[in-house]
């Protein structure tokens, strides 16, 4: 046990070659559950080596390997240097009871992972799945990574909430098609909010959560748009540099984050809002109605043909086996004969 404290402990080094503080207490907390049975992956990628530690329990090795590759395959950052985050010990937690232990049963059931870039700390849950299956998991895991990259950086500076967690979803790799419909969704109920409200207020339930988070997407992803990954480098430098957000941000784009959040919004609502909503499901129900008549002309076809065969197999109203032959059998017998004479004829004389 003591050697395991002891790996993780020196396993960090900083920039500078000193080590780095990582008190016991901030690797595996007194009431971790089952801490003795704690296992740690150490990255075989010189990147990643003396800066990650990835921290699981028996039967969870496959997903810490998993882990340790999506990071060996996208270890930078946008925006920052390629050193950051300096130090990273990712926990994957199997229960909720040892995820109450690593976040401070504080965090919300429903949340997908946590970064806590003070105890440079990521805790990631295996038992719930987040939206998209492994492929969800992998971009909460690069999604909490950016966290700790950003308050490494910005070490010491209070960041806005939209700004953290945008830059973060925007450098897990944007987001997907029904996430983008989900904030369509979200913003046909009402108003695009004031970027200020997200971060005075952040929502607490799932739902309002959730909108705040793809908001703050769509702010940081209309930021790059209109400056590219240069702009956001600048922005960060700037910003570590001065200590002042909203100096920084004048100086990088040109306007106040006032000014641009106004544009965000029209931006937002015009990209996003109920008329686009409704046009989109005004087009999708043209093209699923025409689908429709389509099939249905083709069944009534189908139909159409089948009680075609049906009726010439049927055997005709008056079948030929009802009446007699015209003429008399060759050979026939007298039986025969009577039975296809007409009605009015004398029978012959003898």
């Known amino acids: 046990m003591w050697a395991l404290f002891f790996l993780l402990a020196t396993a960090f080094q900083l920039p500078g070659g000193e080590p780095s503080l990582l008190p016991e207490r901030l690797v595996l907390p007194g009431d971790l559950p089952e801490r003795e049975a704690a296992l740690v992956v150490v990255p075989g990628d010189p990147i990643l080596q003396d800066r990650l530690r990835v921290v699981h329990w028996p039967g969870d090795e496959a997903r810490a390997d998993r882990v340790i590759q999506l990071l060996e395959r996208r270890p930078y950052l946008p925006g920052l240097p390629p050193e950051l985050p300096s130090r990273a010990v990712i926990f994957l937690a199997p229960d909720r009871a040892r995820w109450d232990a690593l976040t401070g049963g504080s965090v919300p059931h429903w949340g997908a992972g946590v970064a806590i870039p003070r105890l440079a700390r990521i805790v990631i849950p295996l038992y719930s799945a987040p939206g998209g299956g492994?492929?969800?998991?992998?971009?909460?895991?690069?999604?909490?990574?950016?966290?700790?990259?950003?308050?490494?950086?910005?070490?010491?500076?209070?960041?806005?909430?939209?700004?953290?967690?945008?830059?973060?979803?925007?450098?897990?790799?944007g987001w997907n098609v029904e996430e983008a419909?989900?904030?369509?969704?979200?913003?046909?109920?009402?108003?695009?909010?004031?970027?200020?409200?997200?971060?005075?207020?952040?929502?607490?339930?799932?739902?309002?959560?959730?909108?705040?988070?793809?908001?703050?997407?769509?702010?940081?992803?209309?930021?790059?748009?209109?400056?590219?990954?240069?702009?956001?480098?600048?922005?960060?430098?700037?910003?570590?540099?001065?200590?002042?957000?909203?100096?920084?941000?004048?100086?990088?784009?040109?306007?106040?984050?006032?000014?641009?959040?106004?544009?965000?919004?029209?931006?937002?609502?015009?990209?996003?809002?109920?008329?686009?909503?409704?046009?989109?499901?005004?087009?999708?129900?043209?093209?699923?109605?025409?689908?429709?008549?389509?099939?249905?002309?083709?069944?009534?076809?189908?139909?159409?043909?089948?009680?075609?065969?049906?009726?010439?197999?049927?055997?005709?109203?008056?079948p030929a086996w009802w009446e007699g032959p015209p003429t008399p059998p060759i050979g026939g017998f007298e039986s025969d004969v009577r039975r296809t004479r007409p009605v009015d004829q004398p029978p012959p004389e003898e």
């Open 134 to 173: 492994l492929e969800g998991r992998d971009r909460t895991v690069l999604h909490e990574w950016a966290h700790l990259g950003l308050h490494d950086h910005l070490r010491g500076l209070r960041i806005p909430r939209w700004f953290d967690e945008g830059y973060a979803q925007w450098a897990a790799g």
């Open 181 to 318: 419909w989900r904030l369509r969704i979200g913003l046909a109920r009402g108003g695009a909010p004031p970027l200020d409200s997200l971060r005075l207020v952040w929502p607490r339930d799932q739902i309002g959560a959730e909108l705040a988070y793809l908001l703050s997407a769509s702010a940081i992803e209309y930021l790059v748009a209109g400056s590219g990954e240069r702009g956001m480098e600048l922005l960060l430098e700037r910003w570590k540099e001065s200590s002042d957000f909203e100096e920084s941000f004048r100086r990088t784009f040109g306007m106040t984050t006032g000014t641009f959040e106004r544009l965000w919004i029209r931006h937002v609502k015009r990209r996003f809002g109920w008329v686009l909503v409704l046009s989109q499901s005004m087009v999708f129900w043209i093209l699923l109605g025409g689908v429709l008549l389509f099939m249905r002309r083709g069944r009534r076809q189908h139909d159409r043909d089948r009680l075609a065969r049906l009726r010439a197999a049927d055997p005709p109203d008056d």
